[in-house]
């Protein structure tokens, strides 16, 4: 709502019904200000990156900056936050130069404040901290960093004991502080290589958050948001709130008046117990837009609303210089991203079956298997980002599917244990179907964890011998217990292999130059 609306509202009845909105000690509109919070979670670097939404094109890093500063023009009263995983699991463009264009484009667009996600602990804490402070990379060279704040309260640095970036930030908008606290998702400890997170520790959530209002109060802060990449949902009409954030929310101090959320890639404008919950989807499709009036005396916020909207690029054009930024980004790579590596006979997509079976996850476990010659491999659904499209594949394509830089592994497994880390789909902290190849499985979806898998077979129909040795190829990230896979860990007489890419790039030239969608049917629920 505009803020005249707002303040005809109030003039007429003094107190605010509209939205979330509560009683204020004053009836004068001069005494409120209207604030803008403009909010982008999950971006990943998808910087040249289009995609459709509704059968539209939605996306493109200059596309979302159009948008972005338009709504900024409306308010002199905004602040640009974002939620987390800016970068990490990024497209070529961005990847490719250690993730440097798509801080490059936030400060280009003029962030205010963000937090940190998982994916900004890809590569550990030191490369982190140098796309946030700058510094020099042998690859890329002397960094600037990011030029905006940013706030991490559940953060710890084992060694000093304290939170690594600042609990919280005060903006001071209008003469009224606004206080923002960032988190990032404790499952960020079974998501990341275990040796790029040796150095911190991820702290409860809602204590730190609670720990850091408790400062903001005695700071005289009532106005407080959490910016947090946690995982958040709702209907698009605000029933039924979901996942973390709403869970969180009853057990966060009720000074907290927004949450924007972040992880899950979904939808989310709700309000649960008073606290508005929001989240933009992902990879720049949309961007979350929250409207405050806050009461200049008391410093509270009495009134806020918010709405998703869509980047969509009818009847948008995109921004001119981040165009030009993008472009040149990409002018000195053009020729490898365009480099044809084969073809796909029909989309194979990341769509899941009701057991959690997704083809594209079939094609590249049967990559692992292939190539590191085993009796079984496994590809665990989050390490594969884009779908294929009908058509030729360009290296670019296949980078984009899979940006992270894994290398393949070959480990030892005996039957028991490869159902135990089958089993850890449903025990661990980060559940996940994984994908799979030369196994076949059934599992009972009411039986209680750690009793789901029923039957286990290999791709001759064989049942799995709980004392039988398999070969097994799966990426070392898996192999080091990432996803809460800590079975896997039991492997033995480990034998390293390419990278994933490299190895998917293989197979499609030894299956000829063109691939298919593969069957399913190898997971089945009943």
Same mark, same amino acid.
């Given at each position: ?111 205010? =404040? ?94 730190? =958050? ?317």
């Amino acid at each position: 709502m505009s803020l005249s609306k707002l303040m005809l509202a109030a003039i007429a009845t003094g107190v605010f019904f509209i939205g979330s909105s509560f009683a204020s000690s004053s009836a004068d509109p001069g005494e409120y200000i209207s604030v803008q919070l403009l909010g982008v979670n999950d971006f990943h670097g998808q910087l040249e990156t289009v995609r459709t939404r509704d059968g539209k094109k939605v996306g493109g890093a200059e596309y979302l900056a159009a948008y972005l500063k338009k709504h900024r023009q409306e308010n002199d009263n905004t602040l640009l936050v974002h939620s987390g995983d800016m970068v990490g699991a990024s497209s070529p463009v961005s990847s490719l130069m250690q993730d440097e264009p798509a801080v490059e484009w936030m400060n280009e667009v003029e962030f205010d =404040i963000g937090t940190l996600g998982n994916h900004e602990f890809d590569e550990g804490t030191e490369e982190m901290f140098r796309l946030l402070d700058g510094g020099k990379h042998e690859k890329t060279g002397t960094f600037e960093g990011a030029a905006f704040p940013y706030t991490a309260a559940n953060v710890i640095n084992k060694k000093t004991g304290k939170t690594i970036l600042p609990p919280y930030l005060i903006k001071e908008v209008d003469g009224v502080p606004i206080g923002f606290i960032g988190v990032v998702t404790t499952e960020t400890k079974d998501i990341v290589l275990p040796s790029e997170i040796e150095d911190v520790e991820f702290t409860d959530e809602v204590t730190a =958050i609670n720990e850091s209002v408790k400062d903001l109060k005695a700071k005289g802060v009532q106005s407080i948001v959490v910016l947090g990449h946690v995982s958040a949902s709702s209907s698009e009409d605000g029933t039924n709130p979901g996942q973390d954030a709403a869970a969180f929310a009853p057990r966060i101090d009720d000074e907290v008046d927004i949450i924007f959320g972040g992880h899950s890639h979904g939808f989310a404008n709700t309000s649960v117990d008073g606290k508005m919950i929001v989240q933009s989807y992902s990879y720049g499709t949309a961007f979350s837009d929250v409207d405050l009036l806050i009461d200049r005396e008391t410093k509270e916020i009495v009134n806020k609303q918010a709405a998703i909207i869509s980047t969509y690029h009818d009847g948008t054009l995109p921004d001119k210089k981040i165009k030009k930024m993008i472009d040149s980004y990409s002018a000195d790579k053009q020729m490898m991203l365009e480099q044809k590596m084969g073809q796909a006979e029909a989309s194979i997509t990341k769509e899941k079956t009701a057991s959690g079976e997704r083809p594209i996850g079939n094609l590249v476990a049967d990559s692992h298997r292939e190539n590191m010659d085993t009796d079984i491999a496994f590809m665990n659904p989050g390490g594969i980002r884009a779908n294929l499209g009908e058509g030729e594949l360009t290296w670019g394509d296949l980078y984009t599917m899979l940006p992270f830089g894994t290398n393949l592994v070959k480990l030892s497994l005996t039957g028991a244990e490869l159902k135990e880390a089958l089993e850890q789909q449903w025990t661990g902290n980060f559940q996940t179907i994984m994908q799979t190849s030369g196994l076949d499985y059934t599992y009972d979806k009411d039986a209680p964890p750690g009793h789901k898998v029923v039957e286990m077979t290999d791709r001759d129909g064989n049942t799995i011998q709980p004392a039988q040795t398999y070969t097994v190829a799966l990426t070392n990230y898996l192999a080091t217990g990432g996803d809460g896979f800590t079975a896997f860990k039991k492997g033995h007489d480990p034998v390293e292999g390419p990278p994933t890419l490299d190895s998917f790039i293989t197979y499609i030239i030894e299956s000829g130059g063109s691939v298919a969608p593969p069957e399913t049917g190898r997971i089945q629920v009943q």
